[in-house]
């Protein structure tokens, strides 16, 4: 798990204090890593599943997850709370979502689930697959 939010601790889990981000950088302290230098770093050929529920950060972070990756190493399936608060207007919250899916589905994922949050209102989980890691 990467969070550079704070220190955690837990005996089933491996925690670095890193977030996933569009650049390597350091930042108030904290800091970020691309997905591939994650990746090269920790020596994983290519990520399974790739979950984020990252607070509304997600508009950023997946698209520039999506510049880093390639098509070698992109994780088979992304889970992913979406958020729509703080977009401006209707107009913009459709355009963007409209932008971003695009994007997902020119990296060649598919939305395999979609499912509304009743706990969060403004809130919505996707999960995405690339179906040719799933074709024999």
């Known amino acids: 798990t990467f969070d550079c939010t704070g220190v955690w601790e837990s005996p089933n889990v491996v925690f670095k204090p890193w977030c996933i981000s569009g650049k390597d950088e350091v930042i108030d302290g904290r800091m970020y890593k691309k997905l591939s230098?994650?990746?090269?770093e920790l020596d994983i050929p290519r990520v399974e599943l790739l979950k984020m529920d990252i607070e509304g950060y997600e508009w950023s972070a997946?698209?520039?997850?999506?510049?880093?990756?390639?098509?070698?190493?992109?994780?088979?399936?992304?889970s992913i709370e979406m958020h729509s608060v703080g977009l401006e207007s209707d107009s913009i919250y459709v355009y963007k979502y409209a932008d971003l899916f695009l994007?997902?589905?020119?990296?060649?994922?598919?939305?395999?689930?979609?499912?509304?949050?009743?706990?969060?209102?403004?809130c919505c989980e996707f999960v995405l697959v690339k179906?040719?890691?799933?074709?024999?």
Do not use: W
């Not at 230098?37 to 090269?40: I, N, P």
């Not at 510049?67 to 992109?74: G, K, R, Y």
């Not at 994007?103 to 403004?122: H, M, P, Q, S, T």
């Open 37 to 40: 230098t994650v990746m090269r």
């Open 103 to 122: 994007k997902l589905f020119d990296a060649g994922y598919v939305i395999a689930v979609k499912e509304r949050n009743y706990f969060c209102a403004v």
């Open 62 to 78: 997946l698209p520039s997850i999506l510049d880093d990756i390639t098509a070698e190493n992109a994780p088979s399936q992304i």
């Open 131 to 136: 179906p040719e890691h799933y074709e024999t």
